[in-house]
């Protein structure tokens, strides 16, 4: 979709989620009228929704996003005339933000600057430019929208739905730039990282498969995430693990098998180191549950 504008936002504090679903329209209908309070991005994966917002029409078709503003009456113009499925997110902001048209940003990394805390501690503040519309790839992202749509039960879940939240702006901004500047071989090789996380991956087997030495792989994949190959296969892995604890009831073993550690020991132990708990208690402690004996 060439010529998106941007919502370009501060991310300090982060943008918060507020909720999320699933529409299915039938060939008849149309899309209500409505103004919303919030940003809504809306990600179409079957049909077509013809809508207007504003004074402008638009059509959006399977495997593309539109996220509307706040504020500006939309309402649609047209049945689709098929059956129609998207999901949606309300989100808002939670610092000063703004809407840009020009197509491309001068800078496609955030900007970051301390903020002195008067206590002598200086915290990042970091502005990210949001496209407004794109296109997504469907299958990758199916498991992101199941998570963000699964029901909350009170007192657990709600740190999880915030990063699944979190996880899906990044996708969003990373996508952009990637179809900028889809020159860049090393974003073939994190994709690949992304889906292959629970395969023993070594440096040496990436640079091979894509033809990088592994000194080189490492320097680039740093500078593209601030993170070496391991540690950023080590944060996906533990997201996985982070979402089954909570999410399902699996064992802790097979979370660990289902997350490219087939030993159990070494599992807990990076677990344990990344998020402070065990897997065990991070379960408990995210269920609410009291009075069980950690294990691990």
């Not at 399977?62 to 500006?72: D, E, L, N, S």
Request: proline share 7%.
């Amino acid at each position: 979709m060439e010529g998106s504008p941007a919502l370009r936002f501060q991310c300090s504090p982060f943008p918060t989620y507020i909720s999320s679903g699933k529409v299915n329209y039938g060939p008849i209908d149309m899309h209500p009228e409505r103004v919303f309070s919030t940003f809504v991005a809306m990600f179409i994966e079957e049909g077509a929704l013809y809508f207007t917002e504003g004074e402008s029409a638009y059509t959006l078709t399977a495997g593309q996003w539109f996220i509307q503003t706040p504020g500006i009456r939309h309402y649609g113009h047209r049945a689709s005339g098929v059956k129609t499925v998207f999901r949606y997110v309300h989100f808002l902001p939670q610092a000063a933000w703004r809407i840009e048209t020009d197509p491309l940003l001068p800078e496609q990394s955030p900007r970051v600057k301390q903020l002195d805390s008067g206590e002598g501690v200086r915290s990042p503040q970091f502005e990210i430019a949001l496209p407004m519309r794109g296109v997504y790839p469907q299958p990758d992202w199916q498991e992101l929208f199941e998570q963000l749509h699964e029901e909350q039960v009170p007192g657990r879940g709600a740190l999880h739905k915030q990063m699944c939240f979190l996880e899906l702006l990044e996708r969003m901004v990373w996508l952009d730039s990637e179809r900028k500047d889809p020159s860049d071989p090393i974003k073939a090789v994190i994709a690949y990282m992304q889906r292959h996380y629970a395969e023993p991956l070594s440096v040496a087997e990436l640079g091979g498969r894509f033809h990088f030495s592994p000194d080189y792989l490492t320097r680039r994949i740093k500078q593209a995430t601030g993170m070496t190959p391991s540690a950023l296969m080590l944060q996906y892995r533990m997201n996985k693990a982070k979402h089954l604890l909570v999410h399902t009831n699996t064992t802790v073993q097979q979370i660990s098998r289902d997350s490219g550690y087939n030993d159990i020991a070494v599992f807990s132990r990076l677990f344990k180191k990344h998020a402070g708990q065990s897997p065990t208690y991070y379960r408990r402690e995210q269920w609410g549950r009291s009075g069980e004996k950690d294990m691990d």
